[in-house]
DNA sequence: TATGAATGAGTCTTCATTCAT
DNA sequence: AATGAATGAAGACTCATTCAT
């Protein structure tokens, strides 16, 4: 082999420079992760970044992508175990932040959603990783729906969006302060919010923010 | 001496540089946001920012306070023309991002929890904000247990947590992708997870995420 | 005057801080001026360049432009003291390097000529520059013929172009070797090169490189 | 050891190399004309390099070099057909910039003209080239005043200065506006201006700038 | 109060060069 | 001979901050 160095390096390592970008996001915040303060992570020099990545916004990026779009992957096998409703549920819970390292996964969420505020390309893409995720609780209900396990009146798409707004709802919380929610506390709450999709009674005729009809 | 308005000039003058600083956010990113273009933002120069603000990240505290603070005071006002738990149905849309000014406002919640991550002190601040907010829905939640309105079996910080979550959760998804849902989505949405909490049988016995304790 | 400074400065300013870069390029070479020795020249810091330019390239190009878009003005007024061919004459020669000061203005003329070849956006504004130089020549010429001091045979735009090739010609060779050209030798060099504009009764029938017409 | 041809294809290599620098100078120009930029323009890593040039200077330096020495000897290769005051003008005419290839030698000649302005070590390398060329010119131009084609009073080596700056300065021309100037129209002027050699009587009591002596 | 000139540190980026393989 | 990983210095650029007016 005539190669200096191997090929498949190249990769694991973009991944590695990667990873050391984001202990350092989630050690010194974004707005203070310099390049050779993530080449320092790694114990190499700043020049190094170039042979992997074209500018910082590419290392941030890959980073990005490296580490989320695995996320409804896992949603995904946990789901597989399960039937019916419990598919659901097994998927949502095992989004939830329950260790340190699902807790940074969202610290670091947090932080590329705010950095990509006021930068319409970086917004864009962080919209298609999270319709992507949708997609995934989308097809689960539609199935869930024609099995009869929930409702028909149920919109899939509006419920996905609400099943992942609670766990992300729930994952702002526990960032913000994360010894004050235990994970048994949020999986029963979860639990219980996806166990009301199966009554949907109320969903029926409310508008707007006014809402007096129930006081009838 | 006539110039008895000069301190509330002066008060002024900071929401106004506050306001330009939240614009330029929102349009340009925090990475982007420098003092010039905040004080170009007003038709001003960079030094005059220097009698009004120590330093930037005073501004842009002072910026974060102004428009965050402002939001469960909405929130206690929606409540005060409703009674029992239309009370906190009330207070909950009163939060949901339903113009572009709400959106906005959940923008820049997104932009500065971003910006506080890996930045201990900042992200003390935030808590401190979240822990306000929640408190609010807690003391509506106790007292709707006590009138017999909700469960006595429901732990109202927790509950209070659980619709706070629902609400920022939904919010991201509508910063995410402004088009795709509508209040006549999302009030529904938000009312039936109110109307859940009534019936928290099902919060009773669930552990961990094995769960396969209801299937039995 | 509430003003801190005066605006007149700026562009004065801008002008001493092209001044500077102009030295440095003479000293050093363009690939060695860096904005930190432009500055040092002048006895500032970094910093205050982008008070005045927006980045290097633009300090470059008003440098360059300050100079040159001159050095016509100077052929012009040269010219007016003169009638007949003695005008063309009297420019061609106002234009030739006889002291420092106009050999160091073609040294920094092959500088941003050798700096524009690859550099497509900074040739068409050499070619501008270029092409106004000659209008002048040109202008002259078209009059001279119309007054009979110059053949009508005469293609006012390329003898325009072939007097500017001379003096060019000229001044790329003394830029070479500063010492081994004078004025009294270089003058009557041009001055023949333009008498030789009345008789051009052998540039007729010449065609191509083959040229054997002169043998018959 | 069949190894006899390897010290040729080290200078063959060598010259590859050089022609590659020469074509990414005239496409991307030479501020931006990098190792890696050059190697990857021969299908090679930076690396290779360093096993044919010590630096870039030296690259850089050859590269110059294998073009422009080879340029006179085109000269004297058309001289050689030709007699009299033809040699001349067939030297001078094969000089002159006629096609795609002949133009790129002139852009890289002021390329690196301009490169060299400021830096004395260079300066004084394209002084010898420059030299070398004219002595071509005032040989040919010492024998024709031998022979009686020239007159005796011309000075050869400000002769052979003055056909280089014409045919230099024409070349300017053409490389800042390629398409604006044909050869027929080059030629003729080229060739007026050498036959304006033999009558060089104006050439005789010219001073300075002032001149006015011809009106008399 | 407000300006804008000037500073200077910090960061990204580029790149020639070295060297183990 | 050739690769490409890694270095480290240098340069451009940004920007918060200071300060005389």
């Not at 990667?18 to 707005?31: H, T």
């Not at 260790?99 to 319409?120: K, P, Q």
């Not at 949020?186 to 969903?203: C, D, G, T």
Request: proline residues 4%; glycine residues 6%.
């Amino acid at each position: 082999m005539p190669r200096g160095r191997t090929k498949g390096d190249h990769e694991a390592k973009r991944a590695e420079i990667a990873e050391a970008a984001c202990q350092v996001i989630l050690r010194l915040g974004i707005a203070q992760t310099s390049l050779s303060e993530i080449s320092r992570e790694m114990g190499y020099t700043t020049g190094i970044l170039r042979h992997y990545f074209a500018d910082k916004e590419e290392l941030l990026l890959y980073a990005k992508n490296l580490f989320f779009d695995r996320s409804f992957e896992r949603a995904r096998a946990a789901a597989i175990r399960h039937d019916g409703i419990e598919k659901l549920r097994a998927m949502a819970i095992s989004l939830l932040p329950t260790d340190t390292e699902s807790v940074d996964r969202y610290r670091l969420l947090a932080t590329f959603n705010g950095h990509a505020i006021g930068n319409s390309r970086l917004m864009k893409l962080q919209q298609k990783r999270n319709v992507r995720h949708w997609h995934v609780f989308e097809e689960v209900i539609t199935a869930l729906i024609e099995s009869g396990d929930l409702p028909a009146q149920l919109n899939p798409r509006l419920e996905a969006c609400g099943i992942l707004a609670m766990i992300d709802g729930l994952a702002d919380q526990v960032i913000m302060e994360p010894g004050a929610w235990s994970t048994n506390e949020l999986v029963p709450l979860l639990s219980r919010y996806i166990e009301s999709l199966r009554k949907p009674a109320s969903l029926a005729p409310q508008m707007g923010r006014t809402a007096k009809q129930r006081s009838a």
